[in-house]
T-cell receptor
Framework: RKEVEQDPGPFNVPEGATVAFNCTYS??????FFWYRQDCRKEPKLLMS???SGNEDGRFTAQLNRASQYISLLIRDSKLSDSATYLC??????????FGQGTELSVKP | DTAVSQTPKYLVTQMGNDKSIKCEQN?????MYWYKQDSKKFLKIMFS???????INETVPNRFSPKSPDKAHLNLHINSLELGDSAVYFC?????????????FGPGTRLTVT
C-alpha cells in the first residue's frame, strides 16, 4: 500500500452540493492527520487537523477510521471558493508530512 | 503580517549557477522545513531543522545545502543548478513541542532553470 492514497479527481460539483473525499494510509502508527487545501500556484493551507475519530468545522467534517486506515473529508453546501486541491496528510517519521497527489475539486455555479 | 515568508518569489537562472532561497517565520515555531513540489504536483520533504539542528535529510543531491542560522530562519543553497531542479520550493514551520506538528507554509519560490 502506498503511504497515502486519495480518490483520483477531478470532482466537478454544482454549488450547494455535498462532496466527500477519501484517503487511505499505510502507517498504522499514525496518531494525527491533516487536511490541507492548495489553490492553483499557491501554498498548501491547513484546513483541518484530526487527532481522534474526527473533527468538524462549519461545513467541513473529517472522520478517521483507524481500523481501516481510512480518513475522509466531507464538504457540505459547496461554495465556488471551495474549488481547490485537497491533500490528505498523515505525519511521517521525524515530523515530516507525507503528501499524496491530492484530489481536485471544482465547484461550478 | 506574514507568518512564513520566502525570498525570492520567482527565480530564473541558467544551468550551472549557484542560488539561494531564504525563509523566515515569525510564528515562534521551533522547527522549519523545505519541501519541493515538482511538475507532477507532489510535495516532498527535503530537509527539516529543529532548533537549528538538522533532523530530516531526505535523499537529496548534496548540491542542496540547508542552513539555519537561528530558529526563525532556514535558507537553502543550491550549487550547480540543473534543469531537473526546476520546481516550486516551499518552506514550512511548526512547533513540535505541542506534539501535533501542524505545519504552516510560505508562499513558495518558483525556480526555473534554463
Amino acid at each position: 500500500r502506498k503511504e497515502v492514497e486519495q480518490d483520483p479527481g477531478p470532482f466537478n460539483v454544482p454549488e450547494g452540493a455535498t462532496v466527500a473525499f477519501n484517503c487511505t494510509y499505510s502507517n498504522s502508527a499514525s496518531q494525527s492527520f491533516f487536511w490541507y487545501r492548495q489553490d492553483c500556484r499557491k501554498e498548501p493551507k491547513l484546513l483541518m487537523s484530526v487527532y481522534s475519530s474526527g473533527n468538524e468545522d462549519g461545513r467541513f467534517t473529517a472522520q478517521l477510521n483507524r481500523a481501516s486506515q481510512y480518513i475522509s473529508l466531507l464538504i457540505r453546501d459547496s461554495k465556488l471558493s471551495d474549488s481547490a486541491t485537497y491533500l490528505c496528510v498523515p505525519p511521517g517519521e521525524g515530523g515530516k508530512l507525507i503528501f499524496g497527489q491530492g484530489t481536485e475539486l471544482s465547484v461550478k455555479p | 503580517d506574514t507568518a512564513v515568508s520566502q525570498t525570492p518569489k520567482y527565480l530564473v537562472t541558467q544551468m550551472g549557477n549557484d542560488k539561494s532561497i531564504k525563509c523566515e517565520q515569525n510564528l515562534g515555531h521551533d522547527t522549519m522545513y523545505w519541501y519541493k513540489q515538482d511538475s507532477k504536483k507532489f510535495l516532498k520533504i527535503m530537509f527539516s531543522y529543529n532548533n537549528k539542528e538538522l533532523i530530516i535529510n531526505e535523499t537529496v543531491p548534496n548540491r542542496f545545502s540547508p542552513k539555519s542560522p537561528d530558529k526563525a530562519h532556514l535558507n537553502l543553497h543550491i550549487n550547480s543548478l540543473e534543469l531537473g531542479d526546476s520546481a516550486v520550493y516551499f518552506c514550512a514551520s511548526s512547533y513540535r513541542g505541542q506534539g501535533n506538528n501542524e505545519q504552516y507554509f510560505g508562499p513558495g519560490t518558483r525556480l526555473t532553470v534554463t
